[in-house]
């Protein structure tokens, strides 16, 4: 097992990667300070793991609440079904919230956490490679609103994250890849000799070698951290993980939540930010085609979705959070390994880049 | 005009107090770092101060969302108002939201700006004598649930309050006596000599006196802000200012939002809390003798709700956040002026309390 700590003064935290971790109670309970918890998971992970979580905690007053799966379901509706089941159970303020899942239940338990009561302990346990690498670190919860993802939240950080490498092994493909294009961001934000190491395993992460994949996590998990330590709340450089994401939260939103996945979306994102870095001149052809290369070979969407026009991505991307003072902030290369925050470029190369990419 | 600064490191914050505030634009302005702002008031406050407070503010991208007055609007359903609002209008992460109104718009615009894309700037503008003394400093925000009260918020500080002491005359007689219910609870806590001061000038408050007023809400915030500034979220002594809260609550939960004033539920709270430690030997019968003088002499009712038995009041008690380890925390006085957090009291005495308030 690997332990990283990711450093916030008083809100640090470790995460623990690595086979098998669910088959260990003390790792789990050590972070527990009252014997009152909630596991919040959804109805594709329950059936898998939550008897192998709740018999990790025997002799607690240990509930569940189980919510529909999937992207959709991220909203205020939603979330308060967790607030109905903490008040009807009458669980107090000391009461711990296991967020057991995806990225999307990480998402909603953390928020749950953040409120109930003004904030109370949680744990993570991400069970897909998407959130182990991504969503489980750094603290940023939210839910979404019909007019925009993740617009509603808190920045919150976790009491421990336990990211088990088994629970890899019942991801279907799909999810599997997305998880890989997050990974795959970490290359190219500012780690070229992970994006170099990436390139020559991508087939072993697809075929999830044990190894790759705890590699794989391990790296993500502290290129991130290194990043969010510097910047808690996204004053400055976090705004660096954002990477493909204006573009990809534009995708998301335009072809309905759910319909392609966050790892797809930002696929998408990263070579649209990598296409407009190009057409500036900021990064080489060669770089460029690297990049789409790698998103293909790991399965993923490098091109945009049919139904989408280029109106259509400016208008959504005008709502994004990434919008100060009416100018669209992007985060864009220049190099493998070297993005930089940006609202100083023509915006005449970013029209042709949505054009290029419009259905 | 008064100014108090309450000190909680990077997040302190100033507290104006005085006449006529809303007539100077430069004080608002100076806490407001983008021209950006949305205003967060309700339905009776709009006509009265909207257009005023607008004025300030000239120049800015400015909008208003206008909720339905009253605590039973106090929910998350109400709560989203504010995000649409914010987000058809295409709002930023730089806007600032002003709170402009009584306690429950203080407590919902806090809400939406701490969650608002994971937290914006807000200011609060009280226009109640409940808010000016109590909700707008500490930086406790939140939305109820049919469950229990306040159940979902954040502990989220502004960037300042402004509370003109002139909105408080378009405040009916009940609405005025509910404030001075709190300002009272300041004096019980830990502040007898401005306990002995109430008992001398509680007329002069219910004539609205002019200097009367501004000398309760100072003493009241600073003593407020003395016990935030040691504990900001309510790990130990910041529960003193809890008294009277677990009864009342009770009471405003069981009698349905909105029916008793917080300030009136709280009232009653405070003198069982007070009756019960008189019947448990630490509070002598002339000090509660003159806690019972002094609510009434404020217009404020110091016997339970007709409709509540003791067992109800036992269920809904439960349920509160002051409940450890199923143990009910109750905040007791040992004099005027000495309150104290206890679990250690014979609960036979909290049942003849319960008995002796019922219908």
Redesign the interface.
Known sequence: MKTLNVALADRSYPIYIGEDLLSQPALLQKHIK?KEVLIVTNDTIAPLYLDKVRSLLAGYHCDAVVLPDGEEFKT?EVL?RI??KL??E?F???VTIIALGGGVIGDMAGFAA??????VPFIQVPTTLLSQVDSSVGG?T?VN?P??K??????YQPQCVIADTSTLNTLDDRQLASGISEVIKYGLINDSEFFDWLEANIDALKMRKPEALAYAIERSCQDKADVVAKDE??QGVRALLNLGHTFGHAIETGMGYGNWLHGEAIATGMVMAADLSARLGWLEQAALSRIQAIFKRAGLPITGPEAMSAQQFMDLM??D?K???GVIRLILLKGIGQAVISDDYDPAKLQQTLQYFQG
Do not use: P, W
Not at 114 to 119: I, L, T
């Open positions: 009252r205020l308060n607030y109905d008040l009807s009458r107090s303020r000391r953040a409120c109930y009561q003004r904030g940023k939210a609103h007019l925009g993740n617009m509603i939240g808190a920045f709340t996204e005008a709502v959070k919008v100060q003072d």
